[in-house]
C-alpha cells in the first residue's frame, strides 16, 4: 500500500501537465519511452554521487558548509538535472513530433518524474506512510517544478532553432539545465544545512516558487506555439 502511495504524486501531476497539452497530445510511445530512460538515470547518479562523495570530495568536512554545497549543488542537482537534460535532448530534439513549445514542457515533466518516482520508491522502502506524504508534497512536485523550467527553455530553444535564430538556442539551452540545477541545488542545500534559518528560507522559497511556476505554467499552456518544420 505504501509503494502504491508512492505512485500517487506522479500519476496526478503528469495527468495535469497531459490535460494542459490542449493543442496536441504527444505520443503515448514516446512518453512512456522518456519516463523510463528517466528512471535509468538514477543509476548514473548514484555512481558519480557516490565517487564524488567518497573519493573525489572525500577530504572535506562532510558536515561543513562547503561540503553541503559541493554535494547538493554539483553531486546532487548538476547531475540529476544533467542526466534528465542529456535524455531529453537524445531523444526528442529531432523527434517529429516535437512542434510545438509546450511540447518540451512535457517531455522534459515526463523524464523528470520518471527519476523522481523510482526514486520515490526507492526512499519508501524502508520509510513511513509520513515520509510519503511529505516526499508526495515537496519532493515530487519538486522535480516537476524543474523539469517545468527546463522545457520551457528547451521549447524556446527549438522554436529558435526553427526560426534560423541560432544565437537563441545556445542561451535558451543553457537555461534549460543551469536554472533547473539552481533551482534542486538551493532547494537541497536548504535542507542539508544544521541551520534553523535555512528551513524558513526554504518554505518561503517553495512559496513563491510554486506561485510563480502554477502562473508560468498556465501561461505557456494558453501561449503553445507551433514549431515551423
Known amino acids: 500500500m505504501l509503494m502504491l502511495l508512492g505512485l500517487v504524486p506522479s500519476v496526478i501531476l ?16 514516446l512518453l512512456v519511452k522518456l519516463f ?15 565517487i564524488g562523495e567518497d573519493y573525489i570530495f572525500g577530504f572535506l568536512d562532510r558536515e561543513g558548509m562547503v561540503f553541503i554545497f559541493i554535494d ?14 542529456f535524455v531529453l535532448k537524445k531523444v526528442t530534439w529531432k523527434h517529429p513530433a516535437f512542434d510545438h513549445t509546450f511540447d518540451g514542457v ?11 518516482t523510482l526514486e520515490n520508491l526507492i526512499y519508501l522502502i524502508d520509510s513511513d506512510y509520513s515520509i510519503a506524504i511529505v516526499r508526495g508534497i515537496l519532493s515530487v512536485p519538486g ?11 528547451y521549447g524556446l530553444a527549438k522554436y529558435s532553432e526553427s526560426l534560423g535564430v541560432p544565437a537563441y538556442k545556445k542561451p535558451n539551452l543553457l537555461k534549460a539545465y543551469f536554472i533547473p540545477v539552481l533551482l534542486h541545488g538551493f532547494y537541497d542545500f536548504c535542507l542539508s544545512t544544521p541551520y534553523a534559518v535555512f528551513y524558513l528560507i526554504f518554505f518561503a522559497f517553495e512559496i ?10 498556465k501561461k505557456m499552456s494558453g501561449s503553445d506555439t507551433a514549431i515551423p518544420g
Open 72 to 85: 547538493n549543488f554539483i553531486l546532487t542537482a548538476m547531475v540529476e538535472e544533467g542526466g534528465k537534460y
Open 36 to 50: 523510463f530512460l528517466g528512471a535509468a538515470t538514477i543509476i548514473s547518479a548514484i555512481i558519480i554521487g557516490t
Open 143 to 153: 522535480h516537476v517544478i524543474y523539469a517545468i523550467f527546463m522545457g520551457y527553455y
Open 208 to 217: 513563491a516558487l510554486t506561485v510563480i511556476v502554477i502562473r508560468k505554467f
Open 106 to 116: 512535457v517531455y522534459a515533466v515526463a523524464v523528470s518524474l520518471g527519476f523522481a
Open 14 to 29: 503528469f495527468i495535469v501537465v497531459w490535460r494542459a497539452d490542449k493543442i496536441e497530445k504527444e505520443p503515448v510511445k
